[in-house]
């Protein structure tokens, strides 16, 4: 079956360090997207990626870096340097800059 | 800048009953996407309706329907006859210029909570 692929679903980490989120797609969607929600709140776009090697920021990505070597993959770190990485992350795709985002099923980020 | 409000925080309803949620949106583009998320417990959010700004049509989906009016800036979304499996946060998004797959602004979301 086609569809976003975020692992794991829940993840645990020690203040300091920096933990990476995974995200896949076999979809062949071009666009890739990050979004972190936070309870109680609606969604903010963290980075957005329209082609391989390009990425661009988002409303919050302070603390964030991410990568696109591959179509498939956007996997995105959180660093030490975000203040407060405890959220549930979202992964999203589209086929291009003119069609709707389908998301993954998210991780949900602790930092303790 | 695009801003999206939704100013009910939560519903509860009664199986069978009607729901309405409300969307108002704010931008400076003449050109624009709307969208509608559902949003059920397991967290994934599925995409329910994309409209553009140029198509006031209004539309049906089974139970779903979508009121959109540019002249108020709203794109309402109805849940006629509710089940209790449309217990979820449901979001308002808009995203401005020429392509839908731009950046999504998100409101705050509506949960939904539809008892038997």
């Known amino acids: 079956d086609g569809g976003i692929t975020q692992s794991p679903k829940y993840l645990f980490r020690k203040e300091g360090q920096n933990v990476t989120l995974s995200c896949e797609q076999n979809?062949?969607?071009?666009?890739m997207y990050w979004y972190r929600q936070d309870p109680g709140q609606g969604l903010r776009l963290i980075y957005y990626?329209?082609?391989?090697?390009?990425?661009q920021k988002g409303d919050i990505a302070e603390g964030y870096s991410v990568s696109r070597e591959k179509k498939e993959s956007f996997p995105l770190t959180v660093t030490s340097a975000q203040k407060n990485p405890t959220a549930f992350y979202l992964c999203?795709?589209?086929?291009?800059?003119?069609?709707?985002?389908?998301f993954g099923p998210g991780t949900r980020l602790t930092v303790t | 800048a695009q801003k999206v409000t939704q100013a009910q925080t939560e519903i509860s309803v009664v199986e069978k009953e009607d729901v309405t949620l409300d969307c108002v949106y704010e931008?400076?583009?003449?050109?624009?996407?709307l969208f509608w998320y559902k949003q059920p417990p397991s967290g994934e959010l599925v995409f329910l309706i994309r409209r553009n700004s140029f198509d006031e049509q209004n539309e049906i989906s089974g139970r779903y329907s979508w009121n959109f009016q540019k002249s108020t800036s709203s794109f309402n979304f109805t849940i006629t006859a509710s089940q209790v499996v449309d217990s979820a946060v449901y979001f308002c998004a808009l995203s401005e210029g020429i392509a839908a797959g731009n950046k999504l602004t998100f409101g705050g979301g509506t949960r939904v909570l539809v008892k038997p």
């Open positions: 999203a795709s589209s086929i291009g800059r003119a069609n709707e985002q389908y």
């Open positions: 990626s329209q082609i391989v090697n390009d990425f």
């Open positions: 979809l062949n969607h071009d666009a």
């Open positions: 931008t400076r583009d003449t050109t624009y996407y």
